[in-house]
Nanobody, 120 residues
Framework: QVQLVESGGGLVQPGGSLRLSCAAS????????MGWYRQAPGKQRELVAA???????NYADSVKGRFTISRDNAKNTVYLQMNSLKPEDTAVYYC??????????????WGQGTQVTVSS
């Protein structure tokens, strides 16, 4: 059974930094794309950043220059380094995998979400 376990959320002051981690566990052979989405109260879930197995990245315009996504393919783990955080970054952040190949086939998965709150 495949699971995505997120960590690293919390409360931070404006201008501060946080690092999110998401580890995929199970009998996994490969993962095509790993990414982070976020959903603020009353808003739709939106893509924050994504990274392919080859290292190509994609960022939402609102986070470019402030957030950095990276991954460790050997550990099936994706990271999101968030710097210069703003109150509008407050949301539940969800880890996502696309094209995860495991013992029983290939599927997409979501993590349970981790709260990020930016407030003074």
């Amino acid at each position: 059974q495949v699971q995505l376990v997120e960590s690293g959320g919390g409360l931070v002051q404006p201008g501060g930094s946080l690092r999110l981690s998401c580890a995929a566990s199970g009998r996994i052979f490969s993962i095509n794309t790993m990414g982070w989405y976020r959903q603020a109260p009353g808003k739709q879930r939106e893509l924050v950043a994504a990274i392919t197995s080859g290292g190509s990245t994609n960022y939402a315009d609102s986070v470019k220059g402030r957030f950095t996504i990276s991954r460790d393919n050997a550990k099936n783990t994706v990271y999101l380094q968030m710097n210069s955080l703003k109150p509008e970054d407050t949301a539940v952040y969800y880890c996502n995998t696309v094209g995860l190949l495991h013992i029983k086939g290939i599927n997409d998965y979501w993590g349970q979400g981790t709260q990020v709150t930016v407030s003074s």
